[in-house]
């Protein structure tokens, strides 16, 4: 028995105070609770991130593992992340078209199109359909380690599990983040540009004058910047549910599914706060 749990044992009970009382106090020990839980979660975070920054000084147990995840991150998720930006930019440009009231100039179509891919869904779109993809694999392959007692023969035989598992899977996403989010943002900006002269008949000079006005090689670079952030955010809370993981198979499904869902609202907090600090940057 911990120390939280001998501290339960000494609470007293509910149901000894007057009835009047046991609603707020219900409600208190929820929230202290609640609390408390949070405050430990953070610690246990802020130790896993101090053994990354630890395993970063074994170059030798991560490198090769390194350029393998690159592959499984990068070229394998390739298809898929161009396939769902095609798509996107296609229909962004449709439906921009479509929405134009006479009297607009129809290079408004490709300006639209440029700032939505490159700005937001390029990047966001990305990183999400990783966290399904990737995360989830990730997640599942370390917590299946740590179920079969894979990660504790490592620590056995003084070999860093955070530096062969975590580091590659960290320094391979936050490569293969940005390289994706660069051939995304292309597909998407040439689907919608597809989409918009041949379904919709707007003229290519039209377009090509809105991917063009107002272009700041900054734009890029922030799509950029939020493709890191969002690789990060992957690597680390995906590969730290999985090597949590307790209670056999049964717990590595339940870590897979808190993995990709606490990943998928980080992200979508990461993209509110890079748009709220870098977004007056790009006037």
């Known amino acids: 028995m911990n120390h939280s749990d001998d501290s339960r044992a000494l609470e007293r009970s509910t149901e ?12 208190f020990r929820k929230v202290s609770h609640g ?15 101090r053994d990354i920054g630890r395993a970063f000084g074994d170059p030798a147990t991560y490198l090769r593992e ?17 396939i769902v930006a095609a798509f996107i930019g296609a229909v962004i440009a449709m439906q921009t078209r479509y929405q134009l009231f006479p009297g607009v100039e129809l290079s408004l179509v490709g300006l639209a199109t440029r700032m939505i891919v490159v700005l ?6 990305t990183a999400l359909v990783l966290t399904g993809r990737v995360g989830a694999r990730m997640t599942a392959e370390i917590g299946t380690m740590r179920v079969t007692e894979q990660i504790d023969a490592l620590e056995t035989l ?5 530096a062969f598992l975590v580091v590659p899977r960290l320094l391979a996403a936050l490569v293969m983040l940005p390289v994706l989010t660069i051939f995304a943002n ?23 004058e809105g991917l063009r006005l107002g272009f700041t090689p900054f734009q890029v670079a922030y799509s950029l910047i939020k493709s890191v952030f969002f690789g990060a955010a992957i690597a680390i809370n995906c590969s730290y549910q999985g090597y949590v993981t307790t209670a056999g198979a049964e ?12 990943t998928s609202v980080v992200i979508l907090v990461i ?13």
């Open 16 to 27: 000894t105070y007057p009835v009047v009382q046991r609603g707020g106090i219900r409600m």
């Open 120 to 125: 937001e869904l390029g990047p966001l779109l």
């Open 35 to 49: 609390t408390a839980g949070m405050l430990a979660e953070v610690g246990r975070h802020g130790y896993f991130l």
């Open 186 to 208: 292309a597909m998407g900006v040439y689907s919608g540009f597809l989409a918009g002269t041949m379904l919709t008949g707007i003229p290519e000079a039209d377009f090509i």
């Open 158 to 162: 003084a070999f860093d599990p955070v």
């Open 251 to 262: 717990g590595v499904g339940r870590a897979t599914a808190r993995a990709v869902v606490i």
């Open 66 to 82: 390194t350029i393998r995840q690159m592959r499984r991150i990068g070229v394998d998720s390739a298809p898929l992340a161009i």
């Open 271 to 283: 993209d509110a706060l890079t748009a709220v600090i870098l977004a007056p940057l790009l006037q």
